[in-house]
């Protein structure tokens, strides 16, 4: 069977990544709008009706309206905006998660594909919190740096014309209120919001996230081996997984840290550093902020829903 698929806000950042991803796709009919229709209610209303899969690609507004323009109830969706990652009705496009999550998105009707800075979060405290390694009481930091696409056409457009200064290195969300706190803090099973507090880089594309830990005040101290052997196990359960995890070892600097490492790919990669004598440990995450974070992610969310099988069918 062709799934015909529908990507609403075809022309934005994720929405021409996912378009390129499926091009060469032969087992898919891409059903395009016409631009001067793109923003039209009506015309969007019949493409979305007719779809086998709706992929959104769009600010949060248009996603909900989106949404309510569904009328059937054979149409299903993937959300790349943050409108629906926690709420009723919708299951995470996370797919790596927990072992029977491939299978839950692959009967899913209604999923919300991730957020870029939050799974490379949830993709350790998920696993450790679920392995009693770390409490989910921890109060949890969180650093990372994006490439500038992250800010999607307004930041791309920005950098590319060297407006606004382009710093190599831009803190920001200082008001420690970013929209992916509630998803960060949910699907990694964390009591308390972290303290989240991403930076932007004077570079297109690619994301790393790092987790530090203050371990001394935890009744048992786990080693670095310790959380990583844990991390390691769960990825190891996930046949097709696109996060794999790096052997432990003791290194001052690392040329895979390097943000634009699995650029143009679909996959993610995890470290653990530790210092066994300060009972710290960093968890650092590498992946594409426009792959795993967003477009990557909705292509193997969309083959999951399809029933094709992600690992050997999503073009890295
Ligand atoms: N960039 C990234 O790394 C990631 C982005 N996302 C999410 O994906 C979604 C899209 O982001 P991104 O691609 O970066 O954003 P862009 O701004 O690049 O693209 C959004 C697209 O939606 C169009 N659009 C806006 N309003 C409507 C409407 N009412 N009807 C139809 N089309 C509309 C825009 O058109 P116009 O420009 O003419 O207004 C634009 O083409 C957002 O919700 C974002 O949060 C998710 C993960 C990562
Ligand atoms: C660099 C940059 O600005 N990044 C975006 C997040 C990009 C992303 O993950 O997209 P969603 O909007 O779908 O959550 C931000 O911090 O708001």
């Known amino acids: 069977m062709v799934a015909k698929i529908f990507i609403d806000g075809e022309a934005g950042t994720t929405g021409l990544q996912i378009r390129e991803r499926l091009s060469r796709r032969r087992d898919i009919e891409l059903v395009s709008i016409p631009a001067d229709k793109r923003k039209d209610v009506e015309t969007r209303r019949a493409l979305l009706n007719a779809a086998d899969v709706a992929i959104l690609c769009l600010p949060d507004d248009a996603a909900r309206e989106s949404v309510s323009l569904i009328e059937n109830d054979t149409t299903k969706v993937i959300d790349a905006s943050t409108a629906h990652r926690v709420a009723e009705g919708w299951d995470y496009g996370f797919a790596e998660m927990d072992r029977d999550h491939g299978a839950k998105i692959a ?58 200064g382009n710093a190599p290195f831009m803190p920001y969300a200082l008001g420690l209120n970013h929209k992916h706190l509630p998803e960060m803090r949910l699907y990694s099973k964390l009591e308390k919001t972290p303290l989240f507090q991403p930076a932007v880089g004077d570079y297109a594309q690619g994301m790393v996230t790092f987790v530090p830990l203050q371990l001394e005040t935890l009744a048992k101290v786990p080693t670095g081996a310790e959380l990583h052997a844990a991390v390691a196990d769960h990825y190891a359960g996930i046949p097709g997984s696109f996060v794999d995890v790096a052997p432990f070892e003791a290194v001052e600097k690392l040329p895979g840290l390097d943000p634009q490492t699995f650029n143009g790919t679909n996959h993610m990669r995890l470290h653990v550093f530790a210092n066994e004598k300060r009972a710290q440990a960093l968890l650092v995450a590498v992946y594409d902020n426009l792959g795993k974070g967003a477009s990557g992610a909705a292509v193997q969310n969309l083959n999951l829903m399809l029933g094709i099988d992600g690992s050997t069918s999503l073009a890295a």
């Open 107 to 164: 009967t899913s009707k209604r999923v919300a594909n991730p957020g870029c800075y939050p799974q490379g979060v949830i993709a350790f405290l998920r696993p450790l919190i679920n392995a009693g390694i770390v409490p989910e009481d921890l109060p949890i930091t969180v650093n990372a740096i994006s490439g500038y696409s992250g800010g999607g056409r307004s930041m791309i457009e920005a950098y590319e014309k060297g407006e606004g």
